[in-house]
């Protein structure tokens, strides 16, 4: 039996572990001073219960994550039939004085051992944004035994 939308044991389905191990950005969802929603590409580090992204220190969205904690990610393939993971969480943004690990781990992920650590290592030293997001909802789909809500009523 299928786990039900909004249960965090869908982090643990072998989809998502596919999804969270991809090189595919995720999708960060959060609302701007105003209140009117946003939406970035932006690497991520999956430790197995936080998800991390990290930005210049003088990143406008910093600040209205600050604001507005509450924030949605995606992370979907490329290809049909589309596999998307979704998850709503609370972001905690922390200013640390030097790269931090997860954005180095992220970076190897996405551009290959040595290119990432070769990327990474131009930012040591450098102050840099992070943001914790703890998830609280999480929904999987596939399109193939997953449909979103209307398409499987």
């Not at 960060?28 to 946003?38: H, S, V």
């Not at 200013?95 to 290119?115: N, Q």
């Not at 290592?121 to 997953?146: C, E, Y």
Request: net charge negative; with cysteine; aromatic share 10%.
């Amino acid at each position: 039996m299928a786990l039900p939308s909004g249960d965090l044991s869908l982090l643990d389905d072998p989809l998502a572990v596919e999804l969270l191990a991809s090189r595919v950005p995720a999708r960060l969802a959060y609302l701007w001073y105003d209140g009117t929603p946003r939406v970035v590409p932006i690497w991520f580090h999956w430790d197995g219960s936080t998800f991390v992204v990290c930005s210049p220190p003088k990143a406008p969205k910093l600040k209205a994550l600050e604001e507005h904690p509450e924030v949605s990610l995606t992370i979907d393939s490329n290809e049909w039939p589309y596999k998307v993971l979704s998850v709503r969480g609370t972001a905690t943004v922390t200013m640390v004085d030097d790269l931090a690990p997860e954005y180095a781990a992220a970076a190897e992920r996405y551009l290959g051992p040595d290119e990432g650590r070769t990327w990474a290592a131009q930012l040591r030293g450098k102050s840099m944004g992070r943001v914790s997001i703890a998830p609280q909802w999480a929904n999987l789909l596939d399109f193939q035994t997953r449909f979103p809500s209307a398409l499987s009523a």
